[in-house]
């Protein structure tokens, strides 16, 4: 784990923790609170004694309008109610960075007692286009239901966007209910050079499942394309039928402390560098079906990942067609191999398919899907067919396999296709595996059990 991820990893409670103490200053009125940003409020003053509602108009009728009239380091507070707008948040110059929109369950971890809609600023578009477009630096989003934000001709898909090109970097996205939009929220989702340094944290994302006439759904709880440094950490997923999490074209992000339940696939990750999804916790995956582009596995790993770790995560039981735990997948194409990839210490178990599979692509000659990588630790129990299964002659080679637990698994514990100078002629690495079924044997042995008459 690098330096910089450890400091990203810290800076996130400081940034959340500093935005806050500044609002709490202003709205208890501290002695510095003239030099400090203006309390903007929705629709009306009445909010908060410290809200800021110029004459000739003593409201602001939308979020928008409040945006609008903000300036750098401003603070939108959001009453309870449902605003059937899109908001923008641009700048010209800087004009606009360091916003913080703060709905009226600001502060409050969304998994937690968020039953009462009559409780929650409801930002709803009416599936006319996101809730929330971010175009500006170190914006911060807390305390919204953000709901039926759908994907437009542009592709600027989501209840929330923020935008590549260095234009939403620094964005902080904590305390939100995302639910029926297209995707909850997009990050960089067209890819526009990059998005720096985002945390999202503490939010629902379910049932983000939306479609509009001329767009196909996507169906996930976060996409992201060109992301750097990102942090996704303590938040739930359910139901949402592509993906709970989509990572594409990525690197540095920390996927850690999840929850995902009937979700399609848990995760997708395609082209990414060090990249980390440890510490999670999934079932049922498909049990309220899937739409096109899920994959097949709960962790599905498609082509062009480096120095991706998946550790210590908890997977249990998927539907049709996501039948895998974790797969190294040829259902994205063919692209760069895996290297330097880590599995370790998952306990995987009750897949239809495979519990951990590096699979064959149908081209000839194969190209590795998995390479010079390690599956150190898991537990493998209870699956479908294999429970570890190594596909391909040349393909899928130079990887160890070490200390892996496989039991009850239907059709091997260990399976090895290859071939080469590894372990019992495969091109593969196997040492103290233990499990009863072993293709080629040897891959793994019965555990040995002591005698104590």
């Given at each position: 784990?690098?330096?910089?991820?450890?400091?990203?990893?810290?800076?996130?409670?400081?940034?959340?923790l500093?935005?806050?103490?500044?609002v709490?200053?202003?709205?208890?009125?501290?002695?510095?609170?003239?030099?400090?940003?203006?309390?903007?409020?929705?629709?009306?003053?009445t909010?908060?004694?410290?809200?800021?509602?110029?004459?000739?108009?003593?409201?602001?009728?939308?979020?928008?309008?409040?945006?609008?009239?903000?300036?750098?380091?401003?603070?939108?507070?959001?009453?309870?109610?449902?605003?059937?707008?899109?908001?923008?948040?641009?700048?010209?110059?800087?004009?606009?960075?360091?916003?913080?929109?703060?709905?009226?369950?600001?502060?409050?971890?969304?998994?937690?007692?968020?039953?009462?809609?009559?409780?929650?600023?409801?930002?709803?578009?009416?599936?006319?286009?996101?809730?929330?477009?971010?175009?500006?630096?170190a914006?911060?989003?807390?305390g919204?239901?953000?709901?039926?934000?759908?994907?437009?001709?542009?592709?600027?898909?989501?209840?929330?966007?923020?935008r590549?090109?260095?234009?939403?970097?620094?964005?902080?996205?904590?305390?939100?209910?995302?639910?029926?939009?297209?995707?909850?929220?997009?990050?960089?989702?067209?890819?526009?050079?990059?998005?720096?340094?985002?945390?999202?944290?503490?939010?629902?994302?379910?049932?983000?499942?939306?479609?509009?006439?001329?767009?196909?759904?996507?169906?996930?709880?976060?996409?992201?394309?060109?992301?750097?440094?990102?942090?996704?950490?303590?938040?739930?997923?359910?139901?949402?039928?592509?993906?709970?999490?989509?990572?594409?074209?990525?690197?540095?992000?920390?996927?850690?402390n999840?929850?995902?339940?009937k979700?399609?696939?848990?995760?997708?990750?395609?082209?990414?560098?060090?990249?980390?999804?440890?510490?999670?916790?999934?079932?049922?995956?498909?049990?309220?079906?899937?739409?096109?582009?899920?994959?097949?596995?709960?962790?599905?790993?498609?082509?062009?990942?480096?120095?991706?770790?998946?550790?210590?995560?908890w997977?249990?039981?998927?539907?049709?067609?996501?039948?895998?735990?974790?797969?190294?997948?040829?259902?994205?194409?063919?692209?760069?191999p895996?290297?330097?990839?880590?599995?370790?210490?998952?306990?995987?178990?009750?897949?239809p398919?495979?519990?951990?599979?590096?699979?064959?692509?149908?081209?000839?000659?194969?190209?590795?899907?998995?390479?010079?990588?390690?599956?150190?630790?898991?537990?493998v129990?209870?699956?479908?067919?294999?429970?570890?299964?190594?596909?391909?002659?040349?393909?899928?080679?130079?990887?160890?396999?070490?200390?892996?637990?496989?039991?009850?698994?239907?059709?091997?514990?260990c399976?090895?296709?290859?071939?080469?100078?590894?372990?019992?002629?495969?091109?593969?690495?196997?040492?103290?595996?233990?499990g009863?079924?072993?293709?080629?044997?040897?891959?793994?042995?019965?555990?040995?059990?002591?005698?104590?008459?």
């Amino acid at each position: 784990m690098n330096a910089l991820r450890i400091t990203l990893d810290n800076r996130k409670y400081f940034v959340f923790l500093a935005a806050m103490a500044a609002v709490l200053v202003l709205l208890g009125g501290g002695a510095n609170a003239l030099a400090q940003p203006t309390v903007r409020c929705v629709p009306n003053h009445t909010i908060n004694a410290s809200c800021y509602n110029p004459a000739p108009s003593p409201e602001y009728t939308t979020i928008q309008a409040a945006v609008t009239a903000a300036v750098t380091g401003d603070i939108v507070l959001v009453a309870p109610g449902t605003y059937n707008e899109s908001v923008t948040i641009n700048e010209t110059d800087h004009s606009r960075d360091h916003l913080s929109l703060l709905g009226a369950q600001a502060g409050n971890d969304a998994r937690l007692d968020r039953h009462n809609p009559n409780n929650e600023s409801i930002v709803d578009p009416q599936l006319k286009g996101p809730a929330f477009v971010v175009a500006a630096l170190a914006v911060v989003i807390d305390g919204f239901t953000v709901q039926d934000g759908i994907q437009m001709p542009s592709a600027q898909s989501c209840g929330i966007i923020l935008r590549g090109n260095d234009a939403a970097d620094g964005a902080i996205v904590v305390n939100n209910i995302f639910q029926n939009n297209d995707i909850g929220v997009g990050l960089n989702v067209l890819g526009q050079g990059t998005l720096i340094g985002v945390l999202v944290e503490h939010n629902i994302f379910r049932n983000n499942n939306a479609d509009n006439a001329g767009a196909s759904p996507r169906g996930e709880g976060i996409l992201s394309g060109g992301v750097e440094q990102a942090v996704i950490i303590e938040n739930a997923f359910s139901g949402n039928k592509c993906s709970a999490i989509g990572i594409n074209n990525s690197s540095n992000v920390t996927i850690t402390n999840n929850t995902s339940e009937k979700d399609g696939s848990f995760v997708i990750f395609t082209g990414t560098t060090n990249a980390t999804f440890s510490q999670n916790r999934g079932e049922d995956f498909g049990a309220k079906g899937v739409l096109p582009g899920a994959g097949d596995a709960a962790v599905a790993v498609g082509p062009g990942n480096q120095y991706l770790v998946i550790s210590d995560n908890w997977l249990e039981e998927g539907n049709d067609p996501i039948i895998n735990g974790i797969a190294f997948t040829t259902v994205f194409g063919s692209g760069a191999p895996n290297t330097h990839i880590y599995v370790k210490n998952n306990k995987i178990r009750r897949f239809p398919g495979n519990g951990i599979v590096a699979q064959a692509p149908a081209v000839d000659p194969p190209p590795g899907l998995l390479v010079d990588s390690f599956i150190l630790g898991n537990e493998v129990e209870r699956n479908g067919l294999d429970g570890i299964f190594i596909d391909g002659v040349i393909c899928n080679s130079g990887n160890t396999l070490l200390d892996n637990e496989a039991e009850g698994n239907s059709h091997n514990d260990c399976e090895d296709d290859t071939s080469g100078s590894g372990t019992a002629g495969t091109g593969n690495t196997w040492f103290n595996n233990t499990g009863n079924l072993s293709y080629l044997t040897g891959l793994c042995t019965p555990e040995k059990r002591h005698d104590h008459r």
